[in-house]
Every structure is written in C-alpha cells, then in structure tokens.
C-alpha cells in the first residue's frame, strides 16, 4: 500500500484530513538526517538537502552514481556482504560504515538502509538515511580510554578498589579485588566485608547512605584453607549518574559505595609477635621477681627459727651469766638489724590497675607464649574454648601468671624421659554465675600427699638443684584467691593431673 493510500484510509477511519503527498516529499527535503533513495543497485535517484551538507556532494553530483560513491574503501569487505545479505533478504540494515567526503575528507557514518517494496513484496527501491556520528565515536573512544586507564590504574593499584552501586552490586574492581575473592574462595568479598563493618548496610545504602560510610575500619576474614586476613577498609559515598531512563528529565544523582582496602594480615602477625614477645617478657620478669621475693621471705623464714632459739637462750642465761647473756643479746639485736635490712629488700608487689578481662583471651596470649616449649616437647593441646565468655574483673597480668604456671606445669609433667602420652587439654566454660578453665595433663599425675600439701610454700617434689623453689603454685593459689576464685587439684580421669580454676562473675578481687 503506498503512503498517499495509507494516509486516506486512516483518515477516513479516523476523520482527520489526509496529508497532502507533497508534504512527505517536504519533510524529507527538510529532514536533519542525510536521506537517499535508490534503485536495487544503490544508484542514488534522490537525495536530500541534509545528504549535501553531510557528504559535501550536490545533487548533481549524486544522482544516478552508486552510494559506492561515499565509501571510504577501507570498511572491510565482510561488512558489505553482510549488509547486502540483509538486503536482499528484504530486511533493513543498521551499521556504521567508514564514508569519504567530496572534498576527501572522512567521517564515521551510523547508516540505516530499509528496502522499499512494491505490492507483490519485490524490493524496488532502498531508503538510506544516515549522519556523521565521529564526533560522538571520538567521545566514546575517549570515555572507554579513560576506563582503560582507571582499570589499569586500579589494577596496579596493590589495594583493593570494588565500587557498588545502590542496590550492593560492584560495578568496578580490581585485580587485587579478584585476587581476594580468589583467596577467600568467596565471589562477593566486598558484601562479606561491609557484613562486618556495617551489618545493616543494604538497608542503610537506599534509605541513608551516610550511614555506609566509614574510615580505616579493621576487618578479620577467615579462610577456607589458611589463617585469617586482616584489612583496614574505608568505605566513602560517590555520586553517580543516573542511568534509569526515566530519570532523564528529574536528573536525580545516584550514590555508589567505593570501598577500599589494604591487606594488613602481615602487619598484624607482626603486632602480635611483638605484643606476645612483650607479654613473655613482663610474665618472665614477674616470675623472676616473684622468685626473688619468694626466695627471700622463704630465707627470713629459716633464720628467724634459730634466733627463736637463741632468744629463749639469752633469757635462760641472764641469771646465771649475765655477761654472756648480754653479748647475746647484743648479737641477737645486730642479726635483727641484718633481718630487717635484708626484709627491707624484699621486691614489693606491684601494683596492677584492674580491668575486665575475657579469660579466653588470656589464656590464648599464654597459649602463644608456651608454643615454643610445647612443640620443643611434642606436646599436642585441645584447646576448647567456650564460644563467648562474660568478663571478669581483675588483673591481667596476674591471671597470665596463674595460668603460665599450670601450663608450664603441665608441660614438665609430661616431658620427663620416656613419657609418651602428651596430651594438653585446656577448656573453658561458664557455670551458672561462674567461670570454669580446666587444665587436664596426661602426665603421672600427683600422689594424693602432693594433691594436699602442692599449694604450700615451698613444697616442691623436684630435686633440681635449687630451680625449683616450689612456689609455683602458691603463688597460683594466692592469684585466684585474691580474685575471689577457687582452685583445685584432682587425679585426671584418664590419667594425669586436672587443675579446676573457678571464677566467679560477681567475685570481688582484693
Ligand atoms: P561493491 O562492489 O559495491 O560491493 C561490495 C559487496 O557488496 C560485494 O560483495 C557485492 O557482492 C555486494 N553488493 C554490492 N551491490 C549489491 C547489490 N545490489 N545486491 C547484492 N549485493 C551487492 N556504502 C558506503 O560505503 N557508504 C554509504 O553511506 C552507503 N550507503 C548506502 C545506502 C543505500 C541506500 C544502499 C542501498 C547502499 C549503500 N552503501 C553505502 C553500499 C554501497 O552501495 C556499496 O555496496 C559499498 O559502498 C561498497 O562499495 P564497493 O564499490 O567497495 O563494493
């Protein structure tokens, strides 16, 4: 049906006059876009006004010669045939073709080609309409340049980059992101991190965005396979365009979330090799000084026994030998003189600021601090935690101190020449209002005479020359009892010795 028959039909269905064929005619002439019409074998017949100003050929010039006529020879031939195909099909044709102008200059061409059919469906005409679209071509050239160079940038970058959009979807990352999403076995880190830092970020990144944003926020990731990661991230607000088409006219901004990140895994081993490394040298300079203290109260202890003796003695010999007696006395009072510097000496206990204080962790910085002589005596530990603990009040470095002392313990129970079984198990666990750590050894376990006298001062069953001072576990006892606690010593059942270390939450610390 031709246009002018169409144009009636509609106008008698709908009662508006039809359009004058002249007009079509007009309105192509006076068209923006180049337009040509031509035979079955693009020999142009027509042409447009917008055809000279984009071609630089007159009318003259284009009529009867092939559209050929603007190509540029160097869009590849495959281009061609796939347009013809199309063609012949009977099928319109949209693409970009390289065009030359009269004057031999080129520019980028979006061509749209549409075959005109005559009634009985045979091709007659073809209609081409197209425009110089360098210009745009040059900007998207630019644009993907510079995404290029934002994504190699980003890739070298050794942090990691992700940028999500309102609804947590990353739209760009980096090598170092995929590295990450590789290394935690995870596709989405980005979520996993913002789960941590921000646990109601979804929600918070369309109703309030601000809240999302956060700086150098530590974050631990655990691994399928390997230790745990550490990153420091920030995450601030971007204001992106908004690509909804409806949006077009009410330009409202959108907002992305860029999150960026440093693995700082290494730096943290090294935190914590120094902070355990500062940990064994305060727990060893509180053992040594402890030592010193016990060491001497345990002297003034033994002296004061014979001057006891020799005090009732003087009393005897006043009445009889009043000289001797009274040169005695004399020594008597000297040797106090001596006593009282020597208890002058003694290291006062320090004073320890209290805190509170998750026992699990405690005794994981002991745990650390033993390694070295666990593994240099095959010792194997279970290490059961309970999975949360309430604090307790009281001083850390004593409470390192009691539980060094039972590990360490433990460990020379079980590594005496021969000892096979080397099991540690170290467990804790809330109790109603109690906290309950249990060391249990497979070691000999104790005689039930040591069970009873292992707290006393001095009492120690080892004959090593004066190493053992066997103050080792009074002091232990003196540390729970000044934290309210309780501690007992037990046959494990399995074998071996099993210490109980009861705390209780309300427990008032002296
Ligand atoms: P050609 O020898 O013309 O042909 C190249 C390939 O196309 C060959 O493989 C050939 O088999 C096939 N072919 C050519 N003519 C026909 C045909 N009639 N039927 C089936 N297959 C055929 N080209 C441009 O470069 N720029 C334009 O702006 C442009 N606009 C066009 C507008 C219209 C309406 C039409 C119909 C075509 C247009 N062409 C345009 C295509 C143009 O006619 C040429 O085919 C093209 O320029 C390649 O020219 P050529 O001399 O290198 O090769």
Same mark, same amino acid.
């Given at each position: 049906?031709?246009?002018?028959?169409?144009?009636?039909?509609?106008?008698?269905?709908? /009662?508006?006059?039809?359009?004058?064929?002249?007009?079509?005619?007009?309105?192509?002439?006076?068209?923006?876009?180049?337009?040509?019409?031509?035979?079955?074998?693009?020999?142009?017949?027509?042409?447009? #006004?917008?055809?000279?100003?984009?071609?630089?050929?007159?009318?003259?010039?284009?009529?009867?010669?092939?559209?050929?006529?603007?190509?540029?020879?160097?869009?590849?031939?495959?281009?061609?045939?796939?347009?013809?195909?199309?063609?012949?099909?009977?099928?319109?044709?949209?693409?970009?073709?390289?065009?030359?102008?009269?004057?031999?200059?080129?520019?980028?061409?979006?061509?749209?080609?549409?075959?005109?059919?005559?009634?009985?469906?045979?091709?007659?005409?073809?209609?081409?309409?197209?425009?110089?679209?360098?210009?745009?071509?040059?900007?998207? %050239?630019?644009?993907?340049?510079?995404?290029?160079?934002?994504?190699?940038?980003?890739?070298?970058?050794?942090?990691?980059?992700?940028?999500?959009?309102?609804?947590?979807?990353?739209?760009?990352?980096?090598?170092?992101?995929?590295?990450?999403?590789?290394?935690?076995?995870?596709?989405?880190?980005?979520?996993?991190?913002? !789960?941590?830092? %921000?646990? !109601?970020?979804?929600?918070?990144?369309?109703?309030?965005?601000?809240?999302?944003?956060?700086?150098?926020?530590?974050?631990?990731?655990?691994?399928?396979?390997?230790?745990?990661?550490?990153?420091?991230?920030? #995450?601030?607000?971007?204001?992106?365009?908004?690509?909804?088409?409806?949006?077009?006219?009410?330009?409202?901004?959108?907002?992305?979330?860029?999150?960026?990140?440093?693995?700082?895994?290494?730096?943290?081993?090294?935190?914590?090799?120094?902070?355990?490394?500062?940990?064994?040298?305060?727990?060893?300079?509180?053992?040594?000084?402890?030592?010193?203290?016990?060491?001497?109260?345990?002297?003034?202890?033994?002296?004061?026994?014979?001057?006891?003796?020799?005090?009732?003695?003087?009393?005897?010999?006043?009445?009889?030998?009043?000289?001797?007696?009274?040169?005695?006395?004399?020594?008597?009072?000297?040797?106090?003189?001596?006593?009282?510097?020597?208890?002058?000496?003694?290291?006062?206990?320090?004073?320890?600021?209290?805190?509170?204080?998750?026992?699990?962790?405690?005794?994981?910085?002991?745990?650390?601090?033993?390694?070295?002589?666990?593994?240099?005596?095959?010792?194997?530990?279970?290490?059961?935690?309970?999975?949360?603990?309430?604090?307790?009040?009281?001083?850390?470095?004593?409470?390192?101190?009691?539980?060094?002392?039972?590990?360490?313990?433990?460990?020379?129970?079980?590594?005496?020449?021969?000892?096979?079984?080397?099991?540690?198990?170290?467990?804790?666990?809330?109790?109603?209002?109690?906290?309950?750590?249990?060391?249990?050894?497979?070691?000999?376990?104790?005689?039930?005479?040591?069970?009873?006298?292992?707290?006393?001062?001095?009492?120690?069953?080892?004959?090593?020359?004066?190493?053992?001072?066997?103050?080792?576990?009074?002091?232990?006892?003196?540390?729970?009892?000044?934290?309210?606690?309780?501690?007992?010593?037990?046959?494990?059942?399995?074998? /071996?010795?099993?210490?109980?270390?009861?705390?209780?939450?309300?427990?008032?610390?002296?």
């Amino acid at each position: 049906m031709s246009a002018e028959l169409a144009s009636s039909t509609l106008a008698l269905r709908t /009662g508006v006059a039809p359009l004058p064929p002249e007009l079509y005619r007009q309105a192509v002439e006076e068209a923006d876009l180049a337009v040509s019409i031509t035979d079955r074998h693009a020999n142009i017949l027509y042409a447009n #006004a917008a055809f000279t100003r984009v071609t630089g050929y007159t009318l003259d010039q284009v009529l009867g010669q092939n559209e050929s006529i603007l190509s540029h020879q160097t869009t590849p031939r495959e281009v061609y045939q796939e347009m013809w195909q199309r063609l012949a099909g009977g099928q319109s044709w949209t693409g970009r073709l390289l065009n030359r102008r009269q004057d031999g200059s080129v520019y980028l061409a979006e061509v749209s080609i549409t075959p005109v059919h005559a009634a009985d469906g045979s091709v007659t005409h073809y209609l081409g309409m197209h425009r110089d679209v360098t210009t745009l071509r040059q900007l998207e %050239c630019m644009v993907n340049n510079q995404k290029q160079l934002i994504a190699s940038v980003l890739d070298v970058a050794p942090m990691v980059f992700a940028l999500l959009d309102s609804n947590g979807y990353v739209m760009l990352d980096n090598q170092a992101y995929q590295a990450m999403a590789s290394d935690l076995r995870n596709d989405n880190p980005a979520h996993l991190l913002m !789960d941590t830092l %921000c646990p !109601d970020w979804r929600h918070a990144l369309v109703t309030e965005p601000s809240r999302c944003v956060f700086t150098e926020l530590e974050a631990r990731l655990d691994r399928p396979v390997g230790g745990p990661r550490w990153y420091t991230c920030t #995450a601030q607000l971007i204001r992106l365009s908004n690509e909804a088409t409806d949006s077009f006219f009410c330009a409202q901004n959108a907002v992305g979330l860029l999150l960026t990140c440093s693995d700082i895994t290494a730096l943290r081993a090294e935190q914590e090799r120094a902070r355990t490394a500062a940990l064994k040298a305060i727990l060893a300079d509180e053992e040594r000084v402890a030592a010193i203290r016990e060491s001497l109260s345990a002297a003034l202890f033994r002296l004061e026994e014979p001057m006891n003796v020799i005090f009732s003695a003087v009393n005897l010999l006043r009445r009889r030998d009043p000289a001797s007696a009274s040169m005695l006395e004399d020594a008597l009072d000297a040797s106090r003189v001596h006593l009282d510097a020597l208890r002058e000496v003694i290291p006062p206990r320090g004073p320890e600021t209290m805190s509170n204080i998750n026992l699990n962790e405690i005794l994981r910085d002991v745990l650390d601090i033993v390694t070295p002589s666990l593994l240099a005596n095959g010792v194997v530990v279970d290490w059961l935690p309970a999975p949360t603990l309430p604090m307790i009040y009281g001083r850390p470095v004593q409470l390192r101190v009691l539980f060094k002392a039972l590990l360490d313990n433990a460990i020379e129970a079980m590594s005496s020449k021969g000892w096979r079984r080397r099991e540690l198990a170290l467990q804790t666990r809330q109790h109603d209002d109690c906290i309950i750590i249990t060391v249990a050894d497979r070691g000999p376990g104790m005689t039930p005479d040591c069970e009873l006298r292992a707290f006393e001062p001095f009492f120690t069953t080892k004959r090593s020359g004066g190493r053992h001072l066997g103050t080792g576990l009074s002091r232990a006892y003196q540390v729970v009892t000044d934290h309210g606690g309780f501690i007992d010593l037990a046959e494990n059942p399995g074998g /071996g010795c099993l210490v109980t270390v009861e705390f209780r939450l309300d427990g008032d610390p002296l």
